[in-house]
């Protein structure tokens, strides 16, 4: 078990923990399923109290280290990083929805108990109703995209109120009777996320449940969480690039062979393979520089809290997606090329190399990077921020 202590270089811990997961990541994607055991090391880690403030018992670590750790376990196994990051994502709902008594409990259990969230909001699917009974709610519908559901202790959800027609935001526990998790997840990338649906069938919601901090959501802090969920994004696309990066390298440099015509007697000299790795090097020089600032910029804002100004908000947003755009494009590109630096041989099965690109083609659809350069361009150009959502 790894201890958590005062003084801890947590980012040491998830460099750790990814070579332990990097040792069976290959085989793993291939069957799918859920990380039961990986997640069980998490757990055991301690990381997941790392955002939790020294207040209600966590570590207090700030964003730009929680990134860090983000990017770090994706370089081998994107989908523990994916599972582990919205835990991060998901404990701090109360924090910007609730009240303080919401807050402080939510806190303090997710610490006590040993809590591990997962991502079940997805507002874009509005199948979920609440409906009232007396004291209480019922949920009733389905929804998708539930990102690490299987194994998790807690489920945030979004769901409509049948009477009164307002979006709100809950947080349960997995386990209550009437959740149903399916076992729809299979996709050709993020095979271990457990990404798939859930039906909820008359399942009991208490009103301390429900997240409706009326006098403070319409403040910009309200918004933040959109803006970690992509800054997240952008971590884990660059370290599943760099991942891909360093794979090829550890390849290339035993197995490769220089071209015919090159001249040279190894792939070290071929000047060709030197470009690709040049090229690509900067590319990712130039996409962590861009996800790093932007990680100061956020971390600057979340210490403003309640008083975060929209100005300083529409910066982070303007920040993040420019690192966004950066580490998709890079990562796509690095994981694809990897294949020219490598060879025709390191397309057999038995080293994965493919999972990269897999992992990131699948990811990397969460929302149109389209969007997020016309979002870029209206600032460029016409110095306005993006209008503050669930997607930015």
């Known amino acids: 078990m790894i201890e958590i202590q005062t003084n801890t270089d947590y980012l040491a811990i998830a460099k ?22 990986e997640r069980d090391r998490i757990r055991e880690s301690g990381l997941l109290k790392l955002i939790i403030p020294t207040t209600y018992g966590g ?40 009240s303080p008594e919401q807050k402080h409990y939510f806190y303090t259990e997710t610490v006590r108990q040993n809590w591990f969230w997962c991502n079940a909001l997805n507002p874009l699917d509005r199948r979920t109703f609440l409906s009232r009974e007396e004291d209480h709610f019922r949920l009733n519908g389905v929804k998708s995209f539930c990102s690490g559901s299987k194994d998790s202790d807690i489920l945030p959800i979004t769901a409509t109120h049948k009477e009164t027609g307002d979006f709100l935001v809950l947080a349960i526990p ?10 729809d997840w299979d996709n050709i990338g993020q095979r271990q996320t457990d990404s798939g649906s859930i039906k909820f069938e008359n399942v009991i919601v208490y009103p301390d449940e429900i997240f409706s901090n009326r006098s403070r959501n319409q403040k ?32 290339t440099l035993p197995s490769s062979r220089p071209w015919l015509t090159s001249g040279v007697s190894s792939a070290s000299e071929d000047p060709y393979i030197l470009r690709h790795y040049g090229e690509l090097w900067v590319a990712l020089q130039s996409a ?29 947003a303007i920040a993040i997606a420019t690192a966004k755009v950066a580490a998709t494009r890079t990562g796509l590109d690095v994981t694809n090329r990897i294949f020219e630096v490598m060879g025709t041989r390191s ?24 969007y ?21």
């Open 16 to 37: 750790t923990l990814a070579a332990e997961f990097g040792t069976t990541a290959i085989e793993r994607d291939r069957i799918g399923g859920t990380p039961r055991q």
């Open 174 to 183: 997995t386990r209550r009777a009437g959740i149903i998790i399916q076992d």
């Open 288 to 316: 962590e520089a861009l996800a790093d600032k932007a990680a100061e910029i956020v971390q600057t804002a979340w210490q403003q809290e309640w008083d975060l100004s929209a100005k300083l908000r529409g910066e982070c």
């Open 220 to 251: 910009p802090f309200s918004t933040f969480r959109s803006l970690l969920t992509q800054l997240n994004l952008a971590n884990i696309y660059l370290g599943i690039a760099q991942g891909a990066f360093e794979a090829a390298k550890g390849y």
């Open 347 to 370: 397309t057999h099965s038995q080293y994965g190399f493919d999972r990269y690109w897999r992992n990131l083609r699948t990811f990397t659809l969460h929302d149109p990077l389209d």
């Open 59 to 98: 570590i207090g670590e700030n964003w730009i280290t929680t990134f860090k750790i983000s990017r770090e376990l994706a370089k081998t196994d994107s989908s523990i990083s994916h599972i582990y990051s919205y835990h991060n994502l998901s404990v701090i709902i109360a924090h910007l929805l609730g």
């Open 372 to 392: 997020k350069l016309q979002d870029i361009g209206n600032w460029a150009l016409n110095n306005e921020f993006p209008q503050p959502n669930f997607y930015s």
